[in-house]
């Protein structure tokens, strides 16, 4: 045991100490970014995936909404989809229809038919700049556009969000 200690031959030298240490610590920085970045990614699609539920119940809710049901219950109404549309909009029946909703989502209605015929754009007063995040979902619709005439459509809530990384 007492050559080990005594031995003047060096396998490794001094210098050799510090870039072996600088590799490890390299080593540990790259592993803590990735993952950082892969608890980032899973924080971020939890949170899309939440908005996203969110946006299809609402979605859902609008399609069976009696404010907008036409002759039938599974039908919905394209002269109350007028009043809810453009400048000429109703603003107490707009409220009314966002009223059943929090006030704390902020989100805008669009429906079409399949062709793109007729499209119709519902959103509060107050509405939100397109620079935010935006989470959509859509259901299919069945639209009637008079007594005699129903066609196929989408209704599509796009969900409006001020930060998605808070």
């Not at 107490?92 to 009223?99: G, I, R």
Request: hydrophobic letters at 45%; a negative charge.
């Amino acid at each position: 045991m007492c050559w080990f200690t005594n031995d003047d031959r060096a396998i490794l030298e001094p210098q050799n100490d510090i870039f072996a240490t600088a590799l490890l610590v390299l080593g540990f920085v790259v592993f803590a970014c990735v993952v950082s970045k892969t608890y980032i990614a899973h924080q971020e699609g939890a949170f899309a995936l939440e908005n996203y539920e969110q946006a299809s119940l609402i979605a859902q809710s609008i399609a069976h909404s009696q404010m907008l049901q036409g002759s039938r219950q599974d039908l919905i109404s394209a002269e109350k989809l007028d009043a809810l549309d453009g400048p000429q909009a109703d603003l107490h029946t707009l409220s009314l229809f966002f009223d059943s909703f929090s006030p704390n989502v902020n989100f805008q209605v669009d429906i079409s038919t399949e062709n793109g015929e007729h499209i119709w754009h519902i959103h509060k007063p107050a509405s939100s700049s397109p620079s935010m995040g935006q989470i959509a979902a859509s259901v299919p619709v069945t639209l009637e556009l008079n007594p005699m005439q129903q066609v196929p459509g989408t209704l599509t809530v796009k969900l409006f969000k001020d930060r998605w990384n808070s």
